[in-house]
C-alpha cells in the first residue's frame, strides 16, 4: 500500500521535472503525453488507495525525518485517510483530464512543454497539500500551489495584464498566509506538535481563547486561497491563465485548499462554533456576493470564475456550520462540473480566436454541438437540477443552514441558487444560442479537436451520477468526521428541496425566456445597480485608490527620502572615505626605490621611538 | 680609556651615515657601499658588546653578516653590470619599471 502512496505522490513530481528537461525546446507531443500519462497512473494509484482505505486501512507513512531543530521534530510523513484519499481521487481525475486536454488546447503555443512542466510540478505540490500528516506538509503544499498558480497564471508572461493578475494573486496570498503561519505558530508553541493527530488529540485541553485564535487565523489562510471576501479579487483576474490552468487551478483543486483546511481541521472548528458561524456567514455572503457580480459580466471566464467564488461560498457555509462531509461532497461535485464547465469555455475560446466577449458570441450551437451539449450539462449541475450532481451536495447544504437554524443564512443561498441558475443559462443562452453576432467579427468557429471532447466525457458522466454516491461518501467520509445529524422532519425537507429546485428551475426558465427574445433591452445598463455590479461593487477601485495608491506613494517615499537619502547615503560615505585614503595612500606606490627606502627609514625610525617609548 | 660606550657611539655614527647616504644617493653603486656601512656599523656594535660580556656568540654572528654582506655584493653587483649593459644607466629613478 505504501508503495501505491508513493506512486501517487511522485509520479506527477517525475513528469514535472522530464517535462523541464524539454522546457526550453521546441513543442514535443511525448512531453504532453508522458506527463499525462503519469498524472494517470498517479490517479490508478489514488484509486487503489480509496479501495484501501474503504476497507477501514489507513495508510501512514514516515519517509524520514524532516526537521529537527531542539524541541521541534518535524517528520515527512503521509497519511492517507478518508478526507485525502477523497482530494486524491479528485485532484489526480481532474488533472488527468486537464492534462490530456491541455495537449490539445495548447497544441499552437511556442512554450508547450514548459506549461506541462508547470502542471504537473501544480499537482505535485497540491497531493502534498492534502497527503501531508502535518501542518507543515500542508503549507509547504500550500505555498507549492500558490508558486504554480503564479506561474500559470502569468504563463503568457510577455502579457503586462497576464503578469499583473499573477502578481496579484501572489501577493493577496502572501497576505492571508502569514495568518496561517501565525496559526500555525499558535498550535506549536501552545501544543509542542504540528503533528495532525498530536495537535487534534490536545486541541481540547486548550484555553477557549486560544483556540479561537487558532481558528481565526487557519481561516485567514483558507480565505487567501479560497478567494474569500475581501481577498477575493485575484479569483477573476487570474483568468488571465490559460483555461486548463483555470479549470484545474482556479476552479477544482487549488481554490478548494481553504475548505480542505477546514474540514481537516473540524475538530479545531468544532471546538469554536463562533467561528464555525463566522464562517458560514461569510460563505453565505460570498454565495450571494459573488453570483451577482456573475449576473452581468460579458467575460466569458470571469463568469464562471465568479461562479466558482459563489460556490466556494456554498462549502464554507457547510464546513462552518459544522456539515463537513457535506463540504467535501460539494467539494468533489464541484470540482467535476466547474472543470467541465471551463474546458468547455477553453473550446469556445479557441472557436473564437480567444475571444471573450459572450455578446459577440451567440449561435455557436450549430458548430459546436458536443461542447454545447456538455456545457449545458454542466451548467444544470451547477444550478443543482435533480438528478445532476450539483443538486444532492447544494441542497444538503441549503437544508444544514436550515436546519441550523440560520434562516438568514439560508435566504442567502436560497437567492444564490436562484441566481447561479440564471447566470449559468444566460451564459448557455449566449454563446450557443439566439443571433449568430460572431459573424459581424468574421470570426469563423470550429469544434475542439475529438480527443478533446472525449477526454471531457468522464467530467460529464461524473457531473451527472456524482450525486448518487451520497449515501457511500457519507458514510466512508464520516469514519473520520463528525457526521451532521439533522433534525429536520422529512416533510420540511422535501418542501426546501422542492422550494430550491423551483427557484433554480425559474431561474434557468427566466434566462432562456428573457435571452430567447433578444434579452434585456440596453437601458437596463444605465440603472445604477447595473453599474455597481458591473464594476465589481467598486472594490478592485477601491482596493486601488485606497491600499495599491497609498502604499506606492509611501514606498516611493521611503525610496527618495528613507532609502536613498539615508541608508545609500551612509554606504557611500563608508565607500567614498575608503576610496580617497587610497587615493591618497597611492602617491606611496609611485615605483620609485629611492622614495621606498625612505619611507622604509621613517617606518624604522618610527618603529625604534615606539620601542624606547613603550618599553616593558 | 676606551669603553663600550664609544664603540656604540661610533657604531651609531656610522649606522646613520650608512642611512643617510641609503636616502640621499641615486647612484646604485652608492646605495652598495651605503649597506656596507650601515652592515658594518652593526658588525661593530656586535662585537664591541660580545667583548663587553664575553660571550663569543656576537662576535660569531658578526662573521655570519660579514659572509652574508659578501654574497650579497657579489650577486648584487652581478644584476647591476646587467642593469648598466642593458639601460647604460645605473640611476635609482631610472629603475622604475614595475610603476602603474
Redesign the interface.
Known amino acids: 500500500m505504501e508503495k501505491y502512496l508513493y506512486i501517487a505522490l511522485f509520479a506527477p513530481l517525475v513528469g514535472s521535472l522530464v517535462a523541464a528537461l524539454f522546457a526550453q525546446s521546441a513543442k514535443n507531443y511525448f512531453v504532453g503525453i508522458f506527463t499525462s500519462v503519469l498524472i494517470f497512473i498517479s490517479f490508478l494509484s489514488s484509486m487503489l488507495l480509496l479501495g484501501y482505505v474503504g476497507e477501514g486501512v489507513v495508510v501512514h507513512v514516515k519517509m524520514f525525518d524532516w526537521i529537527g531543530a531542539g524541541n521541534i521534530e518535524i517528520p515527512f510523513g503521509f497519511i492517507v485517510d478518508q478526507i485525502s484519499v477523497i482530494m486524491m481521487v479528485t485532484v489526480t481525475l481532474v488533472s488527468t483530464i486537464v492534462h490530456i486536454y491541455s495537449i490539445g488546447y495548447m497544441d499552437h503555443d511556442k512554450s508547450f512543454n514548459r506549461f506541462f512542466s508547470y502542471l504537473s510540478a501544480f499537482v505535485f505540490s497540491m497531493m502534498i497539500l492534502v497527503m501531508s500528516d502535518n501542518f507543515v506538509g500542508l503549507f509547504i503544499g500550500w505555498e507549492g500551489v500558490g508558486l504554480c498558480s503564479w506561474l500559470l497564471i502569468g504563463f503568457w508572461y510577455h502579457k503586462e495584464s497576464a503578469s499583473w493578475a499573477a502578481n496579484e494573486a501572489f501577493i493577496m496570498n502572501r497576505i492571508a498566509d502569514l495568518g496561517m503561519l501565525l496559526g500555525l505558530f499558535l498550535i506549536y508553541w501552545q501544543i509542542g506538535s504540528l503533528q495532525y493527530d498530536v495537535v487534534f488529540a490536545n486541541i481540547e485541553n486548550l484555553n477557549p481563547t486560544i483556540v479561537t485564535w487558532i481558528g481565526i487565523f487557519l481561516f485567514i489562510g483558507a480565505m487567501g486561497k479560497s478567494a474569500q471576501f475581501p481577498l477575493h479579487t485575484w479569483l477573476a483576474d487570474a483568468m488571465e491563465g490559460p483555461t486548463p490552468v483555470s479549470a484545474l487551478i482556479h476552479a477544482a483543486t487549488m481554490v478548494t485548499a481553504g475548505v480542505y483546511l477546514v474540514v481537516r481541521a473540524s475538530d479545531i472548528y468544532t471546538l469554536i462554533p463562533d467561528v464555525g458561524f463566522f464562517i458560514a456567514s461569510l460563505g453565505a455572503f460570498v454565495a450571494v456576493f459573488a453570483a451577482s457580480m456573475a449576473l452581468v459580466n460579458r467575460d466569458l471566464k470571469r463568469i464562471i470564475a465568479y461562479s466558482t467564488l459563489s460556490q466556494l461560498g456554498y462549502m464554507f457555509v457547510a464546513g462552518g456550520l459544522g456539515a463537513y462531509w457535506i463540504a467535501l461532497f460539494h467539494l468533489m461535485t464541484h470540482a467535476f462540473f466547474k472543470s467541465l464547465l471551463f474546458l468547455g469555455a477553453g473550446n469556445v475560446m479557441h472557436a473564437m480566436n480567444d475571444e471573450l466577449d459572450i455578446k459577440k458570441m451567440g449561435g455557436l450551437y450549430k458548430v459546436m454541438k458536443p461542447t454545447a451539449i456538455l456545457m449545458s450539462i454542466a451548467s444544470v449541475a451547477l444550478a443543482g437540477i435533480y438528478p445532476l450532481a450539483g443538486f444532492f451536495s447544494k441542497d444538503k447544504i441549503l437544508e444544514v443552514a436550515f436546519d441550523s437554524g440560520a434562516y438568514f443564512l439560508w435566504f442567502a443561498l436560497f437567492i444564490g441558487a436562484g441566481l447561479t441558475a440564471f447566470y449559468s443559462f444566460r451564459l448557455v443562452m449566449l454563446v450557443f444560442f439566439g443571433e449568430k453576432n460572431y459573424e459581424k467579427y468574421g470570426v469563423h468557429p470550429h469544434e475542439a479537436k475529438p480527443f478533446m471532447l472525449y477526454a471531457l466525457t468522464p467530467l460529464a458522466l461524473l457531473a451527472i451520477i456524482a450525486g448518487m454516491f451520497e449515501h457511500s461518501f457519507k458514510e466512508f467520509t464520516t469514519q473520520i468526521l463528525r457526521d451532521y445529524e439533522f433534525s429536520l422532519d422529512h416533510s420540511v425537507a422535501i418542501m426546501l428541496i422542492l422550494a430550491t429546485s423551483v427557484v433554480a428551475i425559474g431561474g434557468i426558465l427566466f434566462a432562456i425566456y428573457k435571452y430567447k427574445n433578444g434579452g434585456f433591452s440596453e437601458s437596463i445598463e444605465k440603472l445604477p445597480i447595473f453599474q455597481l455590479l458591473k464594476n465589481q461593487y467598486y472594490i478592485p477601485k477601491f482596493y486601488e485608490v485606497a491600499i495599491t495608491k497609498p502604499f506606492a506613494l509611501a514606498s516611493k517615499f521611503m525610496w527618495k527620502n528613507i532609502d536613498l537619502r539615508v541608508v545609500d547615503a551612509t554606504v557611500d560615505a563608508i565607500a567614498s572615505i575608503i576610496y580617497s585614503t587610497g587615493q591618497k595612500a597611492r602617491l606611496v ?6 622614495t621606498m ?2 619611507l622604509m ?1 621613517v617606518g624604522l625610525v618610527v618603529l625604534l621611538i615606539l620601542v624606547i617609548l613603550f618599553r616593558p | 680609556m676606551i669603553t663600550l660606550t664609544h664603540y656604540l657611539i661610533l657604531s651609531g655614527i656610522l649606522f646613520s651615515i650608512g ?1 643617510v647616504g ?2 640621499r644617493r ?1 647612484n646604485l653603486l652608492m ?1 652598495f657601499f651605503s649597506t656596507e656601512i650601515l652592515l658594518n656599523a652593526v658588525n661593530i656594535g656586535f662585537a664591541a658588546v660580545s667583548k663587553f660580556y664575553g660571550d663569543l656568540s656576537g662576535q660569531i654572528f658578526a662573521f655570519f653578516i660579514i659572509a652574508v654582506a659578501a654574497s650579497e655584493v657579489a650577486v648584487g653587483l652581478g644584476l647591476l653590470v646587467l642593469w648598466y649593459k642593458k639601460t647604460g644607466s645605473i640611476n ?2 631610472s ?6
Open positions: 606606490h609611485n615605483g620609485n626605490l629611492s627606502l625612505r627609514v | 642611512l641609503l636616502m641615486k646605495l635609482l629613478d629603475l622604475a619599471m614595475m610603476k602603474g
